[in-house]
């Protein structure tokens, strides 16, 4: 039996990957689950949080566990091992930049100009910054980190709001892409940045390529899951941007409004199967340009809660 191609290989784990997936990825969550590493509580704190909050540790542990994975990935790109303190590092970054995010959404939803500096001073994301200044002010390399991060976000978000069309003409499929590549790529490229100067070891344009595309991949999977939610709301959605180019399977898709309920990629294949298609094709050209073995299982981890369908009600990632 031959190999399969290039493209074969690219696509994303369909249901019967699912499970050998998740096998591999058990002994990583039970790691964070029991230890928690990357969260810094004392032995007594950690055992106590273990026993009176499973629901919220079993979050944190998924979390955590995909993020340990992502950095395997950045150390087999950049050929050393990381320093002990870089989940921590990477867990209190992520946080500042999911809470920049929100404030972002919310102001967005009040129909509010959203300069970036009235972002960052808004007291959640101030909260969140003030954390990460405690936290990292005793390691040496925290001002250097501190300034690339804020000219390197500024001119993120700057051309992220760019991207962005009036909010009367809706989004086309290559500018949510370019959107998603600003966006949950950019928090990953910006992670990768922060990495490299707690290391003093500037990273290669291959190493925040590949860091890019991961994001990328995992915004395709939220939007799956997501498309519900996002319909109801009136926000943007990559899979309804690729069904209006098919008038029936765009009916088909508008026809979700108001329903309840889980959303997979199985759904998209037997309803709107173009849909579904250029779906899979985006996946496939981003995962083609991802040479990590580790960044490549994390992506396809990214893509499972989207085979098994999954009802998010409320966003935790790097929230918490």
């Not at 290669?204 to 395709?220: E, H, M, P, Y």
């Not at 799956?224 to 309804?240: E, K």
């Amino acid at each position: 039996m031959g190999r399969a191609g290039p493209r074969q290989a690219d696509r994303p784990p369909g249901l019967w990957q699912v499970p050998g997936l998740l096998i591999r990825f058990m002994p990583y969550y039970l790691h964070h689950v029991i230890v928690q590493p990357y969260r810094g509580l004392p032995p007594l704190e950690n055992v106590r949080k273990l026993l009176t909050r499973p629901a919220r540790r079993h979050q944190i542990a998924v979390y955590d566990a995909v993020l340990e994975i992502m950095l395997k990935g950045y150390a087999e790109l950049a050929g050393h091992p990381l320093r002990q303190e870089t989940g921590h590092v990477a867990v209190m970054l992520t946080r500042v930049g999911f809470a920049f995010d929100d404030e972002y959404e919310r102001q967005k939803s009040r129909q509010q100009a959203a300069r970036f500096e009235d972002l960052l001073e808004s007291p959640h994301v101030q909260e969140r910054v003030r954390e990460w200044r405690a936290f990292m002010q005793g390691f040496p390399t925290y001002d250097s980190i501190r300034n690339f991060l804020m000219g390197f976000v500024a001119q993120l978000y700057q051309d992220y709001a760019e991207t962005a069309g009036p909010p009367d003409r809706p989004a086309s499929f290559d500018a949510m892409m370019r959107g998603a590549a600003l966006d949950s790529g950019g928090l990953l490229v910006a992670l990768a940045h922060a990495i490299a100067l707690f290391h003093d070891d500037p990273p290669a344009d291959t190493l925040l390529s590949q860091f890019s595309r991961v994001g990328i991949n995992g915004k395709l999977a939220d939007d799956v899951i997501d498309f519900p939610l996002d319909l109801a709301g009136g926000r943007a959605n990559i899979l309804l941007a690729l069904a209006r180019g098919d008038e029936g399977e765009h009916a088909t898709a508008m026809g979700l409004r108001g329903t309840d309920g889980t959303m997979s990629t199985r759904w998209w294949k037997r309803n709107c199967p173009r849909t579904y298609h250029k779906l899979v094709a985006a996946y496939q050209d981003q995962q083609a340009g991802i040479t990590s073995r580790w960044l490549r299982y994390a992506s396809n981890l990214m893509w499972t809660p989207a085979v098994l369908g999954h009802a998010r009600k409320k966003e935790t990632r790097g929230r918490i």
